[in-house]
């Protein structure tokens, strides 16, 4: 899974995950807290779990946001938007993928 902080024009972050080619899913809409991958590794850390399972869990059995991939870009690229894409993070990079 490939994870991204939206930076909002008002300086809140929301924390994004890839479901597919085309999808990414607001975590921040799931709970407000929720605004970077490291509390998903701390978490899975508790656990003993992957991140990609931790991720799955939280998504399971809740209502979350949803957005095209390509709608983020195009509105990030929008001289007129405040919106920015951080840099994207990989669960390779924590590790525990399955």
Do not use: W
């Amino acid at each position: 899974m490939k994870y991204f902080r939206l930076l909002e024009d008002n300086k809140k972050i929301r924390l994004l995950v890839q479901l597919d080619e085309e999808t990414i899913v607001d975590l921040t809409s799931i709970h407000s807290d929720l605004t970077d991958i490291i509390q998903i590794v701390l978490t899975s850390n508790i656990y003993s779990t992957s991140i990609t399972k931790t991720t799955e869990k939280i998504l399971n059995n809740k209502s979350y946001e949803t957005y095209k991939i390509a709608d983020i870009i195009n509105s990030c690229k929008d001289a007129k938007s405040n919106l920015k894409m951080l840099t994207p993070i990989s669960s390779q990079k924590y590790g525990q993928l399955e």
